[in-house]
Structure formats: structure tokens, C-alpha cells
T-cell receptor
Framework: TQLLEQSPQFLSIQEGENLTVYCNSSSVFSSLQWYRQEPGEGPVLLVTVVTGGEVKKLKRLTFQFGDARKDSSLHITAAQPGDTGLYLCAGAWDMRFGAGTRLTVKP | GAVVSQHPSWVICKSGTSVKIECRSLDFQATTMFWYRQFPKQSLMLMATSNEGSKATYEQGVEKDKFLINHASLTLSTLTVTSAHPEDSSFYIC??????????FGDGTRLSIL
């Protein structure tokens, strides 16, 4: 089992601020996925990163996969209240999730 | 895009009742379905992996006699919580996987045992 640690566990910021959340492991992942989950719903896939050092952008979200493929980060620029949710990382083949970062963006 | 339907979305029942939750892939055949459990303000915990036509593989600490999983077809898996008790109250989520595609999640079932 490949364990994923996410930090911070909770994050509360004001609208317009930037933030970065992290997903770390001692294991190497062939690929890693980021999801966002809103209350009462299933997780929604945001991105899959595959190549070490890869950077993917999704509007105001920037995802980076570490060179050694053991860690990843998600950076949100100018956060909005609609970004509020639980952000989860998971190994694409392992199907197990990290503990998640619960983000609250206040208007 | 691919859709996974989970039913019911919400159920309340008395202690000792058995509850069945269905997970259907509506527009694709799922090689594998996964069942997760989520407590309030926590992440998803993988309970079991289910392949069509074979017995489910349960994660360590998950009672297979308590949580019965049936995966009779490539589009349907069911989770039955047997003799449910208040501590079984949780949010249960399924996902369906084709193989070289990301898994697709249902919207979850909120189970409340009184």
C-alpha cells in the first residue's frame, strides 16, 4: 500500500488569496490524480499527472508532479468561494486517497 | 462523460436492518468497482475492490461478512450492510473503473442507522 500524506489538513483563506496544498509519499507513483469533492457528492477528477517534473494548468489551478514522482502540489491563484471543497490526491492505480485538504474560501 | 449512478442517495433505517446500496455504470462496462466509506470531515477510505464475476477483495479491517459485495455484471455492483448498527452510519461512495481510464464516482449514499 502506498501511503499519501496531504498538507495542510485544513485551510481557510480570503477570496483573492493564493494557496498551495501538498501531497507527499515515500513511494514512487507511476501517476497521480487530484480530485475535488463537495459536500454530499462524489469526488470529481481534476487532473492526472504522469511524468516527473510535469506541470499542468487548469484555469487558476496549477498542478506539479515532483521530479522523483513521490510528491505533487496544487497551487490555486486568486482563490474564489467556488474553490471551496475537499482536495484529495490518489495514486492513479492504487485507488487509495490521501487524508485530503479541506479548503474554505471566504468571500 | 461517463456516469455512475448510486442508489439510494439517502437512507435511514432502524438498527438491525440490512441495507443494500446499488452502483451502476450507465454508459460503460466497468471492469472493476470500488467501494469507499467516508466519515464526516475525513477522506475516503477504500473498503473493497470488486471485479465482475469474482469475490471482492476487502481492505484490512473491513468485515466481509458485515459488508457484502456482489458484482454480478459489468454494470452493477451492490454493497449490503448487514444487521446495521449506529456505528455503520456513514457516507458510502462507489466508483467504476474501465482499466486505462480514470475511475468515475457515484454521488454517494448517506446511511443513517437509528
Amino acid at each position: 500500500t502506498q501511503l499519501l500524506e496531504q498538507s495542510p489538513q485544513f485551510l481557510s483563506i480570503q477570496e483573492g488569496e493564493n494557496l498551495t496544498v501538498y501531497c507527499n509519499s515515500s513511494s514512487v507513483f507511476s501517476s497521480l490524480q487530484w480530485y475535488r469533492q463537495e459536500p454530499g457528492e462524489g469526488p470529481v477528477l481534476l487532473v492526472t499527472v504522469v511524468t516527473g517534473g510535469e506541470v499542468k494548468k487548469l484555469k487558476r489551478l496549477t498542478f506539479q508532479f515532483g521530479d522523483a514522482r513521490k510528491d505533487s502540489s496544487l497551487h490555486i491563484t486568486a482563490a474564489q468561494p467556488g474553490d471551496t471543497g475537499l482536495y484529495l490526491c490518489a495514486g492513479a492505480w492504487d485507488m487509495r486517497f490521501g487524508a485530503g485538504t479541506r479548503l474554505t474560501v471566504k468571500p | 462523460g461517463a456516469v455512475v449512478s448510486q442508489h439510494p442517495s439517502w437512507v435511514i433505517c432502524k438498527s438491525g436492518t440490512s441495507v443494500k446500496i446499488e452502483c451502476r455504470s450507465l454508459d460503460f462496462q466497468a471492469t472493476t468497482m470500488f467501494w469507499y466509506r467516508q466519515f464526516p470531515k475525513q477522506s475516503l477510505m477504500l473498503m473493497a475492490t470488486s471485479n465482475e464475476g469474482s469475490k471482492a477483495t476487502y481492505e484490512q479491517g473491513v468485515e466481509k461478512d458485515k459488508f457484502l459485495i456482489n458484482h454480478a455484471s459489468l454494470t452493477l455492483s451492490t454493497l449490503t450492510v448487514t444487521s446495521a448498527h449506529p456505528e455503520d452510519s456513514s457516507f458510502y461512495i462507489c466508483s467504476a473503473w474501465q482499466g486505462n481510464q480514470p475511475q468515475h464516482f457515484g454521488d454517494g449514499t448517506r446511511l443513517s442507522i437509528l
